[in-house]
């Protein structure tokens, strides 16, 4: 068990009904989504988590690599949520991340649109959301949540300069099963506000450091240019072009121009 992250630690009086109620530990995974995939065709209880102590083969979108050593959080959380639920889920994933460092660091955290976390103008934390559908209905979705906590980015020559981790800001390490711990509370805090028929729509919107700003986005082979006007309900950002029109991106690679 690496430090004290057993099922029992997390667990042990977490104030959940359910997210984190049940969860399992590995201390070396290849990626906790897949495992957590798995779980959820088996029909494991919703809210359970897959925690791995490092992740070999995590992924980001569009198929990236993302680097799970020790000392950092690599986690997926099962959730079974209506269909209408399901684009909200990257803004709660990604408000509960923000949430859950301000709470336990202090520090303050940015989201980038769609669902990077960034602190100083650098990447701390990846999210991706996975799910199965069955006809219109939501067989299930998996969220992985990537944290970089206690690790040093200039020991990763390849991130170095786009990434930083939460005790690179602080100067000192970071209790990895606080932060998790809250983190658990903090998703099922936004996920029971979206059953009860709430919006977080409006607050992942005012953490957005992408709006106002000249962007490039990458979606698909398409490339666009123009300015981060605002973003949909649906989680769609609204690109204002050069000739005044107004395009509406679902997903993308997102580069801004400072």
């Known amino acids: 068990m690496?430090?004290?992250?057993?099922?029992?630690?997390?667990?042990?009086n977490l104030e959940t009904r359910f997210i984190g109620q049940r969860v399992i530990y590995y201390s070396r995974l290849t990626s906790t989504n897949e495992v957590a995939k798995q779980e959820a065709q088996a029909?494991?209880?919703e809210g359970t988590v897959v925690i791995a102590?490092?992740?070999t083969m995590g992924k980001g979108r569009r198929k990236r690599v993302w680097l799970s050593p020790k000392g950092n959080i690599a986690l997926s959380v099962i959730l079974y949520p209506d269909i209408a639920k399901l684009?909200?889920?990257i803004m709660l994933a990604s408000l509960a991340v923000v949430r859950s460092?301000?709470?336990v660091t202090g520090l303050v955290a940015q989201?980038?649109?769609p669902n990077d976390v960034l602190i100083n103008g650098k990447k701390v934390c990846g999210i991706l959301i996975e799910s199965n559908m069955l006809g219109d209905t939501v067989d299930y979705a998996v969220i992985g949540i990537g944290v970089n906590v206690n690790l040093s980015p200039s020991d990763f020559p390849e991130i170095s300069s786009t990434a930083t981790s939460l005790s690179n800001e602080l100067g000192g390490e970071v209790s990895l099963l606080g932060?998790?711990?809250r983190l658990l509370v903090e998703i099922e805090r936004l996920y029971l506000a979206l059953l009860a028929g709430g919006t977080i729509y409006e607050?992942?919107?005012d953490g957005l450091v992408t709006l106002g700003k000249e962007v490039r986005v990458a979606s698909g082979k398409t490339i666009y240019e123009g300015m981060a006007e605002s973003v949909a309900r649906d989680g769609s950002l609204l690109l204002r072009c050069s000739d005044g029109s107004l395009s509406k991106i679902v997903a993308g690679n997102v580069i801004t121009y400072d």
């Not at 690496?2 to 042990?12: F, K, R």
């Open 2 to 12: 690496e430090g004290n992250l057993s099922p029992d630690a997390i667990t042990s």
């Open 43 to 45: 029909g494991a209880v």
């Open 53 to 55: 102590g490092k992740q």
């Open 87 to 89: 684009p909200s889920l």
């Open 101 to 103: 460092i301000k709470a």
């Open 111 to 113: 989201i980038k649109w």
């Open 179 to 181: 932060l998790i711990r």
């Open 203 to 205: 607050e992942w919107r």
